[in-house]
């Protein structure tokens, strides 16, 4: 299996920007994909950005032009720049990967992988104050 550790969650101001780390490790290997999710209070976890092995990326419409996802050549980083959030943005931002099982939700990269994430950190707080 795989372990996921996300660092980098703050408190900011709307308009600035923050970048969002996730270490992976165990049998990094084995992971197809990997994502960062965010879940506010009240609200259902929803999809903020996803990379394939081969770099492709997708992203939420929310975050289409604010948001950057990257990642290292051997899936054991995954990074995610967020430019000028907005307080709409605050959420607990979890990192995931497509990782066996393979239960969970799932995401289709465009021009890419079909995605299921089933491997998850504990998450990083952003809270984003306007």
């Known amino acids: 299996h795989v372990q996921l550790v996300e660092s980098g969650g703050d408190s900011v101001e709307a308009g600035g920007s923050l970048r969002l780390s996730c270490a992976a490790s165990?049998?990094?290997?084995?992971?197809?994909?990997m994502a960062w999710y965010r879940q506010a209070p009240g609200k259902e976890r929803e999809g903020v950005a996803a990379?394939?092995?081969?770099?492709?990326?997708t992203y939420s419409d929310s975050m289409m032009g604010r948001a950057t996802i990257s990642q290292d050549k051997d899936r054991t980083s995954l990074s995610l720049q967020l430019d000028s959030p907005k307080s709409e943005d605050t959420a607990r931002y979890y990192c995931?990967?497509?990782?066996?099982?393979?239960?969970?939700?799932?995401?289709?990269?465009?021009?890419?992988?079909?995605?299921?994430?089933?491997?998850w950190g504990q998450g990083t707080q952003v809270t984003v104050s306007s």
């Open positions: 995931a990967a497509d990782f066996p099982p393979r239960t969970g939700p799932a995401w289709k990269i465009k021009d890419g992988d079909n995605c299921v994430f089933s491997s």
């Open positions: 165990g049998y990094t290997e084995g992971i197809r994909c």
């Open positions: 990379i394939d092995s081969a770099g492709r990326a």
